[in-house]
């Protein structure tokens, strides 16, 4: 099944052509329009040198007005092989899509709304019949019934015409066009983006990221150039301003010797508190009873930081070279 993106902002347009396998662009003036196009034929020439195939509108009272548009637009330096002339469904129309197919033009017959609008143009030997699934929709109509049929009439009367399902509003109108096995389908930018997406996708992907992580990366590799050490002679109040500068709810408390003492958290002082009140701010590090810290290596892998944050229940680890602290590791940074 071909892939049109059906656009006329160059921004996205840009971007689309850069996944580098959609089949070409549908565009319309009202598209254009919108897009605060002014130069009609130079925007025409600018996408033409952008993607493989370019459908533009070929307007014109008769038949012979289509034609004369046709050739006009093609002397603007177009690719006639890279070109399809869209035309609206009408008797002039049809009409206009054998002239130009006699000429070796490349037509799409748009705006059909009915089996018949549409067998009218496949028998005229269009190359691309194209139901608008959405405005049907938007009536109260069948439409992918109707796309249905026209799937059907080609293959049974082995018409060499593909149908092209348009007007798409959101990524279940690409699954119902698999589904019924169109030949093209036109998608604007904001539903295709989302043809890739899945919940269950991201949160598999996640996972494999963070466990590449936890095999590939060291703990060096991810700890904060901030060394959070405290020597044990300061008083409570000033690890606590020091933990504020660090950006860590925890210290590693040093003795005079730089050797690691114990580790001073939040969650420290508020035990401190509850047992003793306030006043237990003013006292020194050194009047407090620690447990041995836990550490691990820098060079150890995230893994085993992992394995000992599962198995200890702690929130930080001491990041110990040669039994130095040379910083923190906190369970976020896994």
């Excluded at 408390?253 to 002082?269: A, H, M, P, Q, R």
């Amino acid at each position: 099944m071909e892939l049109y993106l059906d656009s006329a902002n160059m921004q996205e347009i840009q971007e689309a052509f850069k996944l580098g396998f959609l089949n070409g662009l549908t565009t319309t003036p009202t598209f254009m329009q919108r897009e605060g196009i002014t130069d009609v034929d130079a925007a025409i020439v600018k996408l033409s040198k952008m993607v493989p195939v370019l459908q533009i509108e070929a307007l014109g009272s008769t038949a012979e007005e289509i034609l004369a548009e046709a050739d006009r637009q093609l002397n603007l330096g177009l690719d006639k092989n890279k070109t399809v002339f869209k035309i609206p469904v009408s008797l002039e129309g049809v009409r206009a899509c054998r002239l130009l197919r006699e000429k070796g033009y490349l037509v799409n017959i748009h705006l059909v709304y009915t089996l018949q609008q549409a067998y009218m143009a496949m028998h005229a030997g269009a190359n691309y019949v194209c139901p608008l699934v959405g405005r049907l929709q938007d009536q109260g109509h069948d439409a992918l019934a109707l796309v249905e049929q026209c799937v059907r009439a080609v293959e049974r009367y082995r018409y060499p015409t593909k149908i092209m399902f348009s007007s798409v509003r959101h990524t279940e109108h690409v699954r119902n066009a698999i589904n019924i096995g169109v030949h093209t389908i036109t998608v604007p930018w904001k539903v295709m983006k989302q043809l890739t997406e899945n919940n269950f996708t991201t949160l598999g992907t996640e996972q494999f990221i963070v466990d590449t992580r936890l095999m590939t990366l060291k703990v060096k590799d991810v700890i904060k150039p901030v060394n959070p050490v405290v020597q044990e002679d300061i008083t409570i109040t000033e690890a606590l301003v020091k933990m504020t500068e660090y950006g860590f709810g925890a210290v590693t408390v040093l003795d005079k010797n730089g050797n690691i003492k114990g580790v001073f958290t939040d969650g420290t002082l508020r035990r401190l508190i509850s047992d003793k009140g306030h006043q237990v701010v003013t006292q020194k590090l050194s009047s407090l009873s620690y447990r041995n810290p836990i550490t691990i290596d820098a060079n150890a892998l995230l893994n085993d930081a992992n394995t000992l944050f599962k198995k200890t229940q702690v929130d930080t680890l001491v990041v110990t070279d040669g039994g130095r602290a040379v910083g923190m590791i906190d369970i976020q940074d896994i």
